[in-house]
């Protein structure tokens, strides 16, 4: 079992920083993709931005330029740099694990519970 445990969320007015940090647990061997989601009320869960094992990297078109992911891949973690925020930023984050492989060689796919980021106008 692999369990993901997000941080750093809160309120924040606009033009202010965060950072999202995302540590996963459990009988793991390797990680391929962790990325961050999030979602607003009313609307679908979206991609925010996304990080293989060798350091490539994906972004929604909305934040690039303000948001920056990264990993340490000896502590199984994940962050997300968030500059420049804006009101329209508001959601639920959810980080996730893909592709983990386990000390069992299975494959899983594992979802953090969850940080709200209010960005106030």
């Known amino acids: 079992q692999v369990q993901l445990v997000e941080s750093g969320g809160g309120l924040v007015q606009a033009g202010g920083s965060l950072r999202l940090s995302c540590a996963a647990s459990?009988?793991?061997?390797?990680?391929?993709?962790m990325g961050w989601y999030r979602q607003a009320p009313g609307k679908q869960r979206e991609l925010v931005a996304l990080?293989?094992?060798?350091?490539?990297?994906n972004y929604a078109d909305s934040v690039k330029g303000r948001f920056t992911i990264s990993r340490d891949n000896a502590k199984n973690t994940v962050y997300l740099q968030m500059n420049s925020l804006k009101p329209e930023d508001t959601a639920v984050y959810y980080c996730?694990?893909?592709?983990?492989?386990?000390?069992?060689?299975?494959?899983?796919?594992?979802w953090g519970q969850g940080t709200q980021v209010t960005v106030s106008s």
């Open positions: 996730n694990a893909d592709r983990v492989l386990t000390t069992t060689r299975t494959y899983q796919n594992s």
């Open positions: 990080i293989t094992r060798y350091g490539s990297t």
């Open positions: 459990g009988s793991i061997f390797s990680i391929d993709d």
